[in-house]
C-alpha cells in the first residue's frame, strides 16, 4: 500500500474569476524564480577530492548514459530521417510521372476536345446545308404537286378530244395514232390559208401588172434609148476599168503570194514557240496549262524562263569574274 505524506505547504487555489487571479498568479511565479535558497551550514557537504572525484565520475557517467541515449536516438532519427528522404524521393518521382502522365493526358484530352469542336463545327454546317437543301426540296415539291394537279385536271377537260380522235384513227386505217389526224389538219389548214393568201395576191398581182405594162412600155422604150448611149459610154468606161482591174489583179496576186510566205513563217515560228514552250515546262516540272493556240500564255512562260536564265548568266559571269580576280 502506498504511503501518503502530507504536503505541509499546500497550493492554495485562489477563489474569483480567473481573469482576476492572473496578475497573482504571474507575481508569484517571479517571486518563486526571484527567492534565493539558502540551506543551513551544517547540511553542507565537504568539498573532499575523493567526494569531488565522486561527484565527477557520476556526472561523467550521467553524461555518457545521456549520450549514449542521444546517440541511439540520433540514429533512430537518422534510419527514420533517411527512411522519410527514401519516401520523399520514391513520392517525388511518382510526383512527376504522375505530372508527365497527367500533362499527356490534357494534352490528348485538348486534341480530343478540339476535334469534337471541330466535328461539331462540320457537323452543324452539314445540318445546316441538309436543312436548306430540306425546305428547298418542299418547296420543289409543293411545285411539282401543284404542276401535278394542274396537269392532271387539263388531261381530265381535254379526255373527250382524245377519245374523239382515237375514234377516228380506228375509223380511218391510214392514220396510225391521234397524232398524225393533228398534223394532217394543220397541214390542210395551214396549205387552205396558204393557197387563198396566194390566190388573192396572184390576181391583186395581176391586175397591177397589166396597169405597169402599159405605163412600163412607154417608160422602156425612152428608157432603151438613153441605154444605148449609156451603153455607149459603158464599153468606154469598161475598157477602162478593165484595165486598172488586170493591173490590181496582179497587185493582189502579189499580195497573196507575200501573204503565203508570211503565213507559213507565221506557222513555224508559232510550232517554235510551242515546242520550246514544252521543253522548258518540262524542264521545270510544270504543268502544260496553256492550250496550243494560247500564245501570249507561252510567250510569258518563255519570257520568264529566260529572265531566269539571263539572271543565272549574270551570276556565272560575275562568279566567274571573281575567281579570275582570286587566282590573279
Not at 387563198?196 to 395576191?201: C, I, L, M, T
Not at 490590181?248 to 506557222?267: F, G
Request: proline share 3%.
Amino acid at each position: 500500500m502506498k504511503k501518503t505524506t502530507k504536503d505541509l505547504a499546500p497550493i492554495a487555489i485562489p477563489h474569483g474569476p480567473p481573469v482576476e487571479c492572473t496578475a497573482e498568479y504571474f507575481k508569484s511565479l517571479m517571486e518563486s524564480s526571484s527567492m534565493v535558497k539558502k540551506y543551513p551550514i551544517w547540511d553542507v557537504a565537504r568539498p573532499t577530492p575523493q567526494v569531488l572525484m565522486e561527484q565527477a565520475r557520476r556526472d561523467l557517467m550521467e553524461a555518457e548514459e545521456k549520450l549514449a541515449i542521444k546517440r541511439e536516438e540520433e540514429k533512430n532519427n537518422r534510419a527514420v530521417m533517411n527512411g522519410k528522404w527514401e519516401e520523399l524521393r520514391s513520392k517525388e518521382t511518382l510526383l512527376k510521372e504522375s505530372f508527365i502522365s497527367f500533362n499527356k493526358f490534357i494534352r490528348e484530352n485538348q486534341e480530343k476536345r478540339d476535334r469534337a469542336e471541330r466535328k461539331m463545327t462540320a457537323d452543324a454546317e452539314v445540318l445546316e446545308r441538309k436543312t436548306r437543301e430540306t425546305d428547298a426540296m418542299r418547296l420543289r415539291v409543293a411545285e411539282m404537286t401543284e404542276v401535278k394537279e394542274l396537269m392532271e385536271k387539263q388531261v381530265k377537260d381535254y379526255t373527250i378530244y382524245e377519245d374523239y380522235l382515237m375514234a377516228v384513227v380506228h375509223q380511218y386505217p391510214e392514220f396510225k395514232q391521234p397524232l398524225d389526224v393533228l398534223n394532217r389538219y394543220e397541214a390542210l389548214a395551214a396549205a387552205k390559208s396558204t393557197l387563198a393568201d396566194r390566190q388573192e395576191r396572184d390576181l391583186e398581182m395581176l391586175e397591177n401588172a397589166r396597169q405597169e405594162i402599159a405605163a412600163l412600155t412607154e417608160e422602156k422604150k425612152l428608157f432603151i434609148m438613153g441605154l444605148n448611149n449609156t451603153l455607149a459610154n459603158l464599153r468606154w468606161r469598161y475598157d477602162k476599168v478593165r484595165s486598172r482591174v488586170i493591173k490590181w489583179e496582179l497587185a493582189l496576186n502579189r499580195l497573196k503570194e507575200t501573204a503565203a510566205r508570211r503565213h507559213v513563217e507565221l506557222s513555224h515560228v508559232r510550232s517554235a514557240i510551242w515546242s520550246l514552250y514544252v521543253k522548258i515546262c518540262k524542264q521545270k516540272g510544270l504543268a502544260v496549262d496553256a492550250g496550243s493556240e494560247d500564245f501570249e500564255q507561252q510567250l510569258v512562260v518563255i519570257m520568264r524562263a529566260l529572265l531566269e536564265l539571263r539572271k543565272i548568266y549574270k551570276i556565272a559571269q560575275r562568279r566567274s569574274k571573281e575567281k579570275d580576280a582570286e587566282s590573279t
